[in-house]
């Protein structure tokens, strides 16, 4: 199997994901199309990418300076303006499924009838997605997780339609990252986000309970367990938003035992939404 990375990547999404997602590919060698709502939006995010690579340079991470790989990025205001030669386009917009078909349905028109097609949602039906497209066989998820340039791990998720060539692509791609893969068949919240939102519940129902403060679940975690960061760090760190809306979905499709507690939609509905909001479970600068 080739591991070389994709000559050209589209990245539909400039947020923390999208942003990500086109840092790795581009410190990995690809040339990169960054799309967002607008030229302006899309030239911020490619600031925001250029500022995150600078960052990784003065850590010592980049192996090349950060202006070499960010000139490997471009901005565009729409789908319309993806290379019609990429190799690979991944859709990483907010966890909407509507707005991530009509994302999707647009690349298609827009790229070659080779192109893979991914999309990163961490819950949603990709069978369903699948539906948006007139090529299902060249479609699966490719989830990756935050904050993308640092993590290890890409969840490659298959649905019915999936070409088994289209999954050995995106394999070879994955390993090109330097990132390893867990391929799952397509089922609500997959493995990751199946298992990490019910362990995140069950810890923001024993804040809601008094049970502990939210440093003291953390620490049992972190200590007695030896996770890399307690359940509701990573919370804020994920956003109380983004938990909410697929709590929600996995509620709707696997039933009460991923009810929402009612401190989560508090939260949510004060604002407090985490890291990104300065305050969730947390005091964030």
Same mark, same amino acid.
């Given at each position: ?15 923390? %994901? ?17 799309? !967002? ?20 340079? !003065? ?39 509507? *707005?991530?078909?009509? %994302? ?18 961490? /819950?949603? /039906? ?6 948006? *497209? ?20 890409? !969840? ?49 129902? %024993?804040? !809601? ?13 972190? *200590? ?62």
């Amino acid at each position: 199997m080739s591991t070389s990375v994709p000559a050209r990547v589209g990245v539909i999404g400039g947020g923390r %994901m999208g942003g990500g997602i086109a840092q790795s590919f581009a410190t990995a060698g690809s040339s990169v199309t960054l799309i !967002e709502d607008g030229e302006q939006a899309a030239r911020l995010a490619v600031e925001r990418v250029t500022a995150s690579l600078r960052r990784a340079a !003065e850590r010592g991470l980049l192996p090349e300076p950060a202006e070499t790989v960010a000139a490997r990025i471009t901005a565009a205001g729409s789908i319309a303006e993806l290379p019609h030669d990429c190799a690979l386009v991944v859709e990483a917009v907010f966890e909407d499924a509507g *707005l991530k078909a009509t %994302m999707l349905g647009e690349a298609e028109k827009a790229v070659g009838p080779r192109t893979l097609i991914a999309t990163n949602t961490s /819950s949603l /039906s990709v069978t369903e997605l699948a539906a948006a *497209l007139q090529a299902p066989g060249r479609f699966l998820g490719m989830h990756f997780f935050n904050p993308v340039p640092a993590s290890a791990l890409v !969840e490659l998720v298959i649905a019915p339609a999936t070409d088994p060539v289209t999954l050995d692509t995106a394999l070879s791609f994955v390993q090109a990252l330097g990132k390893r893969d867990v391929v799952v068949r397509d089922s609500p919240g997959f493995a990751s986000s199946r298992l990490g939102v019910a362990l995140g519940l069950e810890a923001i129902r %024993m804040v !809601e309970e008094g049970v502990a403060a939210p440093e003291a679940i953390d620490d049992a975690m972190t *200590l007695g367990y030896k996770h890399p960061m307690g359940p509701l760090r990573l919370t804020d760190i994920v956003g109380l938003d983004v938990r909410l809306a697929i709590a929600e979905y996995l509620h709707a499709t696997l039933g009460d035992r991923f009810a929402p507690p009612r401190l989560l939609r508090e939260k949510v509905a004060r604002g407090e939404l985490g890291r990104k909001s300065g305050k969730g479970f947390y005091t964030w600068p």
